[in-house]
């Protein structure tokens, strides 16, 4: 069984860009974890530009009320007039009334809140010391958009739950990352047939918080989790290092990092991973005719951008030209990294002007990029595969692995097929 090893930091050159990006902010992980965590209230202190971006995002839901809102900072409030302290402790009073069945609310920062330096930290402690004994704890992390790309979100809110959770009494395993139930609940069995339950961060409820402790072993399920694991690293915890559970390679070595570390068996990880390494291979495997030897390019998004490449090249056979990246983790993206061949350009950081005159001259088959890259790209013959589709999208372990490889398929395949229809049509890439 192949296994990809975890290994020292890679050495292999990457391009450092600084320049205009473009990219969602942090509140977009709103979206997705107030599904995740549900019985906590998202409440952005922000403006009315965030309140649009929260709206066409999670889409306002009318019959059913929403775990998210925006308190929208006024004139006055950001010309320093009004005490903005006052004004949110009246928000949020009012929020708990009408929703008493909120256990956690968080405070979310904006670009806005930022630049009046209005202090989220301080008013969270200060609503929890008033909340907190009627039973809903108020904390706080940032969603800006300033220097920060849109997951980010989940990685600082994840960040601040660290602090809260309880202390482990002995060793553990903790996996960190806010994950569809679906793929959770089959992780879970899978780490459970290892001997190694998991606990999950975050919690479905924020009065199930994971013990943490210095015999805890954290799996990340993302790699843009850099400050929720420098949080858990310094209550002691420690971070194994492993490619990304994509594909039925990376979850075999993700899992293999956890059976290491505790010590299980190696025959029995091997008789308990088998079915579903199998499974994943035969799932992947219908979509490689289509994908192989096709030449992807990653714009800098939603930093899954280098695991996901090492799951294009090694299981479905697709050539990365470049692998951009927002921010690049040596540590976590490691053992993703080595495995991409010395041929793709890495890049981390953003200028996208310089990023699209590369994208022209090597003419890819599939373009990942962010939403606002994608339409006019398409417009010039580009095929195009939206990264945020890829945050949303169940494609963790081995019964996703199949999903996860049709993502990429189907935009080669609407591209042929609107070839194939209209002749005048600009051709896909080649
Ligand atoms: S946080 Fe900043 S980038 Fe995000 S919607 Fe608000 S103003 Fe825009």
Redesign the pocket.
């Known amino acids: 069984m192949g296994m990809l090893a975890a290994s020292g930091p890679c050495t292999r050159p990457v391009l450092k860009e600084r320049g205009q990006r473009e990219v969602?902010?942090?509140?977009?992980g709103i979206v997705w974890l107030h599904r995740k965590l549900q019985d906590a209230f998202f409440l952005?202190v922000?403006?009315r530009?965030?309140?649009?971006?929260?709206q066409s995002a999670a889409g306002v839901m009318i019959f059913a009320e929403p775990r998210f809102a925006t308190a929208v900072l006024e004139e006055k409030d950001l010309a320093g007039l009004a005490d903005a302290h006052d004004e949110l402790d009246g928000v949020v009073a009012r929020l708990i009334e009408r929703r008493p069945d909120v256990r956690l609310l968080f405070l979310v920062?904006?670009?806005?809140?930022?630049v009046i330096k209005l202090d989220l930290d301080k008013a969270a402690k200060r609503l929890d010391a008033r909340w907190a004994p009627r039973g809903t704890r108020v904390l706080s992390w940032s969603?800006?958009?300033?220097e920060t790309t849109f997951t980010q979100g989940e990685d600082n809110c994840l960040a601040s739950l660290v602090p809260e959770c309880p202390a482990a009494q002995g060793p553990g395993l903790l996996v960190a990352g806010a994950l569809p139930d679906v793929v959770e609940d089959r992780l879970r069995d899978l780490l459970a047939r290892l001997g190694i339950p998991p606990a999950f961060l975050p919690p479905r409820r924020s009065g199930d918080l994971p013990p943490i402790g210095p015999g805890t072993r954290v799996l990340l399920a993302q790699p843009f989790l850099s400050e929720t694991a420098a949080a858990l690293e310094r209550r002691g915890a420690r971070v194994l290092e492993a490619p990304f559970p994509f594909g039925a390679e990376g979850t075999t070595a993700w899992l293999h990092a956890a059976a290491r570390a505790f010590g299980v068996e190696e025959m029995h990880f091997r008789a308990v991973v088998a079915p579903g390494r199998e499974r994943a291979k035969r799932a992947i495997a219908r979509h490689r005719p289509l994908l192989e030897g096709r030449r992807v390019f990653f714009l800098p998004d939603s930093q899954l951008e280098i695991p996901l490449a090492r799951f294009l090249w090694e299981e479905c056979g697709m050539v990365p030209v470049e692998v951009g990246t927002p921010w690049l983790h040596q540590r976590f993206h490691g053992p993703d990294l080595e495995r991409l061949p010395p041929s793709a350009r890495i890049a981390e950081g953003q200028d996208v002007d310089r990023q699209l005159d590369r994208l022209r001259a090597d003419r890819p088959d599939l373009t990942v990029c962010g939403l606002g890259l994608a339409n006019p790209l398409e417009a010039q013959g580009f095929t195009t595969k939206w990264s945020i589709e890829l945050v949303f999208s169940p494609i963790h372990g081995f019964d996703q692995a199949g999903d996860l490889a049709e993502l990429f398929a189907r935009p080669l395949r609407r591209r042929a097929l609107l070839a194939s229809l209209a002749p005048g049509e600009p051709a896909a890439c080649s």
């Not at 530009?49 to 929260?54: F, K, Y």
């Not at 969603?143 to 300033?146: E, H, K, Q």
């Open positions: 969602f902010c942090g509140l977009t952005v922000g403006s530009t965030c309140a649009h971006l929260l920062g904006s670009c806005p809140s930022e969603g800006s958009g300033i």
